[in-house]
């Protein structure tokens, strides 16, 4: 079945110590985002990509990182840098602009905690 | 920017009635989509219902409909016939209009939480 797989589904990670999130698509689709979720806050945009080698910061993209080096797959890396890591992360794909339907599908999540 | 905003953060409704959740947006913009997910406890982020701003019929699915008001820009849900699977937070989302090859980055507002009681 195609879909987004998101690992690990739980996460936990000292201060000071970066921490990568996987994200891998099979719906063949150009477009990748990450999103972070805070209670009362709705989600936030992080990065997102819109080809192969190339991505762009979102609204809140300090202390992230990410890479897109393979079509399915767009890791996201929390580093050191970012203050409050501890939120749920969602991972999603979309076709680009010009397809006949743009719909973002989701992964299923991972939750940070910082101990 | 566009900014999306959900005045309720929670809504009650019994089941088999009727409930409508609020969304309002800003844009200057006049191609765009508007979105409803649904996050149930699983946290999987589901999509609803969707409409183009360029349509001016409204969007059903099943029993979901939305009231697309472009002017007022208002972006209501109505759920018909409410089931206990229906509880769930519910976002409003935005997207521009994609240009081809470019991204459709969503602007979410903050949810509603819906409770469907018997």
């Known amino acids: 079945d195609g879909g987004i797989t998101q690992s690990p589904k739980y996460l936990f990670r000292k201060e000071g110590q970066n921490v990568t999130l996987s994200c891998e698509q099979n719906?063949?689709?150009?477009?990748m985002y990450w999103y972070r979720q805070d209670p009362g806050q709705g989600l936030r945009l992080i990065y997102y990509?819109?080809?192969?080698?190339?991505?762009q910061k979102g609204d809140i993209a300090e202390g992230y990182s990410v890479s897109r080096e393979k079509k399915e797959s767009f890791p996201l890396t929390v580093t050191s840098a970012q203050k409050n890591p501890t939120a749920f992360y969602l991972c999603?794909?979309?076709?680009?602009?010009?397809?006949?339907?743009?719909?973002?599908?989701f992964g299923q999540g991972t939750r940070l905690t910082v101990v | 920017a566009q900014t999306v905003t959900q005045s309720q953060p929670e809504m009650s409704v019994q089941e088999a009635e009727t409930v409508t959740l609020s969304c309002t947006y800003d844009?200057?913009?006049?191609?765009?989509?508007l979105f409803w997910y649904k996050q149930p406890p699983s946290r999987q982020m589901i999509l609803v219902i969707r409409?183009?701003?360029?349509?001016?019929q409204n969007a059903t699915e099943n029993r979901f409909s939305v009231n697309f008001q472009k002017a007022a820009k208002s972006f209501s849900l109505k759920i018909s016939d409410s089931q206990l699977g229906d509880a769930a937070m519910y976002f409003c989302?935005?997207?521009?209009?994609?240009?081809?090859?470019?991204?459709?980055?969503?602007?979410f507002g903050t949810g509603t939480r819906l409770q469907v009681t018997l």
């Open positions: 990509s819109q080809i192969v080698n190339d991505f």
């Open positions: 989302a935005y997207s521009s209009y994609p240009i081809t090859g470019t991204a459709s980055k969503l602007t």
């Open positions: 719906l063949n689709h150009d477009a």
């Open positions: 409409q183009e701003a360029y349509k001016q």
């Open positions: 999603a794909s979309s076709p680009t602009g010009g397809s006949m339907n743009t719909e973002a599908f």
């Open positions: 844009t200057s913009e006049s191609d765009y989509y």
